[in-house]
């Protein structure tokens, strides 16, 4: 079904609302430096929507936000991303996936079908030849080590985060 749910969409990004006001508590407890350190987010499937409503308390909450990786997303249609929420303009967030205008359909995800989201239209970097493809194995995170073979500089690299 390529159709998006938009509701069903809301209604998880709601639940991550709420994972997000536990998240705060938890960051102020441990003592967090809210002014020094950026928070990266790892996004699959159905969390994408979990991980857009975690985005939205961090940033009421003065939190700032790094690199962004969304694996394989459910409903993206449905999600909205502002690059500008992120370190440089988003140079680090990603939208990772099958691409519905070129692999064929027996290749593609076939438990959540991609599409572009919003604000990432030109973000997106697709699962190449050489990683498995097909209704199922386009979906399991465990087939998206690929992505940390991406040279650094190109569409779609993981660049490692030193903390000092």
Same mark, same amino acid.
Request: aromatic fraction near 10%; charged fraction near 25%.
């Given at each position: 079904n390529t159709?998006?749910?938009a509701?069903?969409? @809301?209604? +998880?990004?709601?639940?991550?609302r709420? %994972? #997000?006001?536990?998240?705060?508590s938890?960051?102020? +407890?441990?003592?967090?430096?809210?002014a @020094?350190?950026?928070?990266?987010i790892? =996004?699959? @499937?159905?969390?994408? =929507?979990?991980?857009? #409503?975690? /985005?939205e308390?961090?940033?009421?909450?003065g939190? *700032?936000? &790094? +690199?962004?990786? /969304?694996? %394989?997303p459910?409903?993206?249609?449905s999600?909205?991303v502002?690059?500008?929420?992120?370190?440089?303009n988003g140079?680090?967030?990603?939208?990772?996936?099958?691409?519905? @205008?070129v692999?064929?359909?027996?290749?593609?995800? #076939?438990? =959540?079908?991609?599409? =572009?989201? *919003?604000?990432?239209? %030109?973000k +997106?970097?697709?699962?190449? %030849?050489?990683a498995?493809k &097909?209704?199922?194995?386009?979906?399991?995170v465990?087939?998206?080590?690929?992505?940390?073979?991406?040279?650094q #500089?190109?569409?779609?690299d993981?660049?490692?985060?030193?903390?000092?």
């Amino acid at each position: 079904n390529t159709q998006p749910n938009a509701v069903g969409f @809301s209604t +998880r990004m709601e639940n991550g609302r709420k %994972a #997000g006001i536990n998240m705060v508590s938890e960051l102020q +407890r441990i003592g967090f430096d809210k002014a @020094s350190i950026k928070i990266d987010i790892v =996004a699959h @499937s159905m969390g994408f =929507a979990y991980a857009q #409503g975690i /985005i939205e308390t961090l940033k009421e909450n003065g939190y *700032k936000l &790094g +690199r962004y990786y /969304i694996l %394989a997303p459910e409903n993206p249609s449905s999600g909205v991303v502002n690059l500008n929420d992120f370190e440089n303009n988003g140079e680090g967030v990603w939208h990772y996936g099958t691409n519905e @205008s070129v692999d064929k359909l027996w290749e593609q995800d #076939g438990v =959540a079908p991609q599409n =572009a989201i *919003k604000g990432l239209e %030109a973000k +997106r970097a697709y699962i190449p %030849a050489t990683a498995p493809k &097909g209704f199922l194995d386009c979906h399991w995170v465990y087939n998206y080590d690929w992505i940390f073979r991406i040279d650094q #500089g190109k569409d779609g690299d993981v660049k490692p985060r030193i903390i000092k």
